[in-house]
């Protein structure tokens, strides 16, 4: 037998004590499940027997398994010993419901003489009154996690017994507590609104992202006590601590976004009864044609903003700074972390596009400079009757190749790398939208062709903003219907988005001409709830139906695959593995890359989605198309394909924050304006730093995975009804497994492209 097989199976603990209590709990649970089973089988069912059991066992595994054994000499075999009894064996148990089968299977006697005037007693009531207050649970849980790993109470957890049974009893019991408001095993009545339990469990979840991080990154050994233990397998200590800070961050914290998933969609979706549908049947359409007279109230100060000059004011501004960015990136440094085209580009409208999707919405679209140049170039342009778009490109296809055409682009030619190159992509964006929209009619470049709205569009998607109308009784009985055909004063809606039965944000570039031109003033940016609209498969204006459109399904899985592929090209494993190629091999690098690119982008997504169609099809319902499955669930991945680029960009902008100003002083020294020693000022604190930043990608990937998980739930409540359990759980395995990439990838170190501390 393998010596190390061997030192396993030795390693199992028979402690008779632990072994009998935990068979004794299971068989008084037995008992009482079995009675409570035949009088209340809703509420009794056998999953619930399958769970507490698992739960003992888990514990067992927990406190007497190899895993216990092997602790003493790893710090990330200790770390799943600790996740074990927090947020696997509690949460496993209180799905059993255990408080009335136990007390059913213990003998009459016992309850009706001892335990019941016990729980009943003044002192009974106080203990479960006071234990039972969600705010000390949390306590309790997050300080018995957080005083645990205190390095002088955790080794002498390790090297004495007595303490090491006391943590371990600490974490079940605080287990049992935090994880009690959450499962609310019946008869528990909530203390507070479901709605609370939301930040309850993710700001729990935040602080273990917190320690984990500490634990990963801190740049020695935080456990004495592991260096003078034996090292096993070859791991040293501070691999092994990196390894248990992994271990704690993503496996726990997909422990806690689970739960707070099920219960958001809960609470979001319709009651019982009411089963949506991707079909609505002949009641349902009459029912959506009827005006609606409440609508979510609007924000007021929008029609003031769009009724001011202060648009066409940012889009000057924002004219000059490209006029800047293209004339210092053809005349100025070739260095591009001291060029404008570099920094403000890559680095800063970015990462500033990136926070304004996330909090009102496509507010780049709104001040695109690009539009106004269009604006103006038409006026010297010879005048001419617009065509309509040909009908065979009026989809979005041409923006979907355009878009990884510059995916590809920006990692084989390093365009975050080439000033020169940066300018002259502006240019031609220039070029192509004054000379498209002169022969074809306005908005046809930035509803068909451009790859920089469309990714605005598609991100614009979770946004908590939209454009809406305020009052549909008052759009029905509009005559001039001016918001799309505008009038004397104010062009209608160029992407010919009619108000009344738009959705959503797609093709929408909040560029407010429908406000202006609204006669009713009736028209504004609501809040909405992001991503909600990914699961609304209802007819849209110029859109359709969402599950009919495969042209807008590729688009989003090429914005989803483009995220974690952008950011992974930045990694170090990713370029070690290209140069290893090249050495060996002589394929040039470019080849690699381009390889990676689209099998990133196209390849890998399609066969995943393909895979999960046919799992879905073979497990779920044949009533469905593989291309349709793929097409309907493909929405589902958006808020998490979003939170990765926001990870990327933002971490950029954090570490990059001031990698602005060395570039100015550099152009002032161009123009002889101060001294040439003031260039290199800054340079060595390009941004900030810390492991806030990494926290803040964590927390951003999983409320995309939470929000992922959720508009993939609702899909597969519209598309499967009965089946809809099984069908969002192969979905959702891919939505995890794109998760835990994204972690890899932020665990990984990057290029710092745009700064001085670049690699390349």
Not at 320 to 347: K, P, Q
Request: glycine share 6%; net charge positive.
């Amino acid at each position: 037998m393998n010596a190390t097989a061997e030192a396993v199976l030795r390693s199992w603990s028979l402690d008779h004590f632990i072994l009998a209590y935990l068979c004794l709990l299971v068989a008084v649970y037995s008992r009482g499940w079995k009675l409570l089973s035949r009088q209340l089988p809703n509420r009794f069912p056998r999953w619930r027997l399958i769970c507490f059991i698992t739960g003992v066992i888990t514990v067992y595994i927990a406190v007497a398994s190899p895993l216990d054994a092997f602790a003493g000499f790893l710090l990330q075999v200790h770390m799943i010993q600790h996740l074990l009894l927090t947020v696997v064996a509690p949460p496993l148990i209180l799905l059993g419901s255990p408080w009335l089968p136990l007390l059913r299977g213990l003998p009459k006697a016992w309850v009706r003489d001892g335990i019941g005037p016990l729980i009943n007693g003044p002192f009974g009531r106080t203990l479960i009154r006071t234990f039972g207050n969600p705010v000390l649970a949390w306590i309790l849980f997050v300080g018995s996690t957080l005083t645990w790993h205190i390095p002088g109470l955790y080794d002498r957890a390790l090297r004495y017994e007595s303490w090491h049974a006391a943590e371990h009893f600490c974490f079940f019991v605080t287990g049992l507590l935090f994880w009690w408001h959450i499962v609310l095993p019946w008869p528990a009545r909530q203390k507070w609104s479901r709605w609370l339990i939301i930040p309850y469990i993710l700001s729990a979840d935040l602080l273990n992202t917190v320690l984990a991080s500490f634990l990963s990154f801190y740049d020695q050994p935080l456990y004495p006590v592991y260096e003078t233990m034996p090292r096993l397998w070859g791991i040293s200590v501070m691999d092994d601590q990196i390894a248990a800070g992994v271990i704690m961050w993503v496996p726990g914290s997909i422990a806690f976004l689970v739960p707070a998933f099920f219960i958001t969609a809960k609470l979001l979706s319709p009651k019982r009864g009411v089963r949506p549908s991707d079909t609505p049947t002949k009641n349902q359409q009459a029912k959506q044609a009827e005006p609606r007279t409440s609508q979510p109230k609007g924000k007021p100060w929008i029609t003031a903003i769009a009724q001011s000059p202060a648009r066409r004011s940012i889009q000057i501004i924002m004219l000059l700074l490209a006029i800047a960015v293209i004339v210092d990136g053809f005349w100025g440094s070739e260095v591009s972390s001291m060029n404008l085209a570099g920094v403000l580009t890559w680095t800063y409208w970015r990462g500033f596009s990136v926070i304004a999707l996330l909090t009102l919405g496509n507010l780049f679209c709104a001040v695109c400079p690009f539009t106004f140049f269009r604006n103006l170039a038409q006026r010297f342009l010879p005048k001419g009757r617009q065509r309509s778009w040909p009908k065979k490109l009026a989809n979005k296809w041409p923006a979907v190749i355009l878009l990884v055409i510059f995916l590809w682009a920006y990692e084989v030619f390093d365009l975050w790398d080439r000033p020169i190159a940066t300018a002259g992509l502006i240019v031609a964006y220039f070029a192509s939208i004054a000379l498209i929209d002169s022969f074809f009619r306005k908005g046809s470049f930035c509803k068909y062709v451009c790859p920089i709205g469309q990714y605005h569009f598609a991100f614009s998607s979770i946004s908590s903003g939209e454009v809406k109308v305020e009052k549909t009784d008052v759009c029905a009985s509009c005559t001039t219907h001016d918001c799309l055909r505008g009038n004397e004063q104010q062009s209608g809606c160029e992407t010919a988005l009619f108000l009344p039965s738009k959705a959503g944000n797609m093709d929408c570039t909040f560029c407010l001409d429908c406000v202006r031109a609204c006669p009713h003033d009736n028209i504004t940016i609501q809040s909405v709830i992001p991503s909600q609209d990914l699961t609304n498969n209802d007819l849209r204006s110029t859109i359709g139906r969402y599950s009919e459109r495969t042209d807008i399904a590729a688009l989003l899985m090429v914005f989803c695959s483009g995220a974690f592929i952008n950011a992974a090209g930045m990694t170090a494993p990713v370029q070690d593995l290209f140069q290893r190629i090249t050495n060996q091999f002589g394929i040039a690098e470019s080849i690699l890359v381009s390889v990676f690119i689209i099998a990133g982008v196209v390849a890998v997504p399609l066969a995943l989605g393909y895979l999960a169609a046919i799992l879905t099809r073979t497990l779920v319902t044949k009533g469905k198309s593989c291309r349709e499955l793929m097409v309907r669930f493909a929405y589902g991945f958006v808020p998490l394909g979003a939170a990765v680029w926001a990870a990327h960009f933002l971490f950029h902008l954090a570490t990059g924050a001031f990698t602005a100003v060395p570039v100015f002083k550099r152009i002032l020294a161009d123009l002889g304006i101060g001294s040439m020693g003031d260039a290199i000022d800054g340079l060595s604190n390009p941004g900030f730093s810390g492991n806030w930043i990494i926290n803040m990608e964590f927390v951003l990937l999983d409320a995309g995975l939470l929000a992922s998980l959720y508009v993939l739930w609702r899909i597969s409540e519209r598309t499967f009804e009965k089946q809809r359990v099984a069908g969002f759980l192969i979905w959702a395995s891919i939505a995890v497994l794109l998760f835990m990439a994204a972690i890899w990838i932020i665990f990984q170190p990057m290029e710092m492209r745009g700064t001085q501390l670049s690699g390349g």
